[in-house]
T-cell receptor, first 110, second 111 residues
Framework: DAGITQSPRHKVTETGTPVTLRCHQTENHRYMYWYRQDPGHGLRLIHYSYGVKDTDKGEVSDGYSVSRSKTEDFLLTLESATSSQTSVYFC?????????FGQGTRLTVV | DAKTTQPPSMDCAEGRAANLPCNHSTISGNEYVYWYRQIHSQGPQYIIHGLKNNETNEMASLIITEDRKSSTLILPHATLRDTAVYYCIVRSMEYGNKLVFGAGTILRVKS
């Protein structure tokens, strides 16, 4: 599993509330990614990071922010959750041999 | 990143070889072919990757045509647990370059 832990694994939250998802890795990987997966859309990149305090937007970044203050943690924040952000969120890290994924966080916004 | 084309779905009998095709006609010289699979609601799982030579590991074999415009993932003896969505992705050699997913192929292994 490339030492990736996502937390929480499941969360239900109300519309308009802030939510932070955490991705933790133990193997000092430089590159980390957040994807979301929805029926009919496959996996889409939200944000990614290429080092501490270095982040960039992916294809579906609106409504999301990220932070990387330590190598091991990449946080995804929904400042004000909306029902359209109900999804499964996957964190990933990059090695020379490829990209490896966590087990996902299922977020439901009601 | 180059785009890939895969059939939306395929069926395979249990115990038989599953051959999953992928077209990547616009692949550039520094791009690898990667295969991932995703079993329902789990994170995508890395299977194999290659540049131009055929590759084999404990999970599968990857056959890349000489012109590199297409490839085939082979699961030599498919089991019911191989039922999943299989993604063919091209990715540059640049370390840290992100993966761009298409729709993939739903492989159904049937007994």
């Amino acid at each position: 599993d490339a030492g990736i832990t996502q937390s929480p694994r499941h969360k239900v939250t109300e519309t308009g509330t802030p939510v932070t998802l955490r991705c933790h890795q133990t193997e000092n990987h430089r590159y980390m990614y957040w994807y979301r997966q929805d029926p009919g859309h496959g996996l889409r990149l939200i944000h990614y990071s290429y080092g501490v305090k270095d982040t960039d937007k992916g294809e579906v970044s609106d409504g999301y922010s990220v932070s990387r203050s330590k190598t091991e943690d990449f946080l995804l924040t929904l400042e004000s959750a909306t029902s359209s952000q109900t999804s499964v969120y996957f964190c990933a890290i990059s090695e020379v041999s490829g990209v490896f994924f966590g087990q996902g966080t299922r977020l439901t916004v009601v | 990143d180059a785009k890939t084309t895969q059939p939306p779905s395929m069926d395979c009998a249990e115990g038989r070889a599953a051959n999953l095709p992928c077209n990547h006609s616009t692949i550039s010289g520094n791009e690898y072919v990667y295969w991932y699979r995703q079993i329902h609601s789990q994170g995508p799982q890395y299977i194999i990757h290659g540049l131009k030579n055929n590759e084999t590991n404990e999970m599968a074999s990857l056959i890349i045509t000489e012109d590199r415009k297409s490839s085939t993932l082979i699961l030599p003896h498919a089991t019911l647990r191989d039922t999943a969505v299989y993604y063919c992705i091209v990715r540059s050699m640049e370390y840290g370059n992100k993966l761009v997913f298409g729709a993939g192929t739903i492989l159904r292994v049937k007994s």
